[in-house]
């Protein structure tokens, strides 16, 4: 069973966003058109509290209840089968989905039978790699889908890191053309 995980495609991360990936937004039509290969799809979103501690290190992003943690409004939302809200406490960075604190994600996968995920959205070397490299360590065969990720690259390099760190925990690399073409 296959799930596509689409991470953090939220107004905050898309240009215009308190914490904008440059071209944040262009990865949402291939996600929306991935969502047609699977028959689950699963979003997680940024959640923060308004005094968070993760502020110290960040500007003020995904603040609860606030417009900038909304998803992006060209994402398809109709399609998700459940959210994961995560950094939902003070002391909580939440960069993976596995840290959502409204469900137990590695449960819920085990429940649902999902033995591979297709990890897309924001960004790159942050939220999706933590999401990506916990679901490879966890045993689940996990893919990045290189066309459907974003990064911030606040460093120079840090996204060809990111995506060298991923593939050293197992996560491999495909393109939303090779989905499309094989599912
Ligand atoms: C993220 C930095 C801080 C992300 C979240 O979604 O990648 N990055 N909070
Ligand atoms: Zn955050």
Redesign the pocket.
């Known amino acids: 069973m296959k799930a596509l995980l689409v ?2 495609v ?1 107004n905050d ?1 898309c240009p215009g966003g308190a ?1 904008a ?1 440059a071209d944040g937004d262009k990865i949402i039509p291939v996600v929306n058109r991935l969502m047609d290969k699977f028959s689950l799809v699963i979003a997680s979103r ?1 959640d ?1 509290p308004g005094d968070s501690r ?1 502020f110290e290190i ?1 500007p003020a ?2 603040v609860h209840g606030t417009k900038g943690a909304d998803y992006h409004s060209d994402l398809n939302t109709a399609r998700i089968g459940q959210e994961l809200l995560k ?1 939902t406490g003070r002391g909580d ?3 993976s989905a596995f840290e959502a604190t409204n469900i137990d994600l590695e449960e819920y996968l085990k429940d649902h039978g999902v033995d591979e995920l297709y990890v897309t ?8 790699k ?1 999401s990506a490299i916990d679901a490879a360590t966890k045993g689940i065969k996990t893919f990045l889908v290189e066309d459907a990720v974003k990064g ?1 690259e606040a460093g120079q390099g840090d996204i060809k890191r990111a995506i060298q760190e991923m593939k050293n925990s197992g996560v491999r690399l495909i393109s939303s053309y090779e989905i499309r073409k094989i599912s």
């Open positions: 991470v953090d939220q991360f914490l990936v940024d923060h993760h960040w992003h995904c950094g960075d939440g960069y959205g924001l960004a790159t070397d942050y939220c999706v933590a911030v």
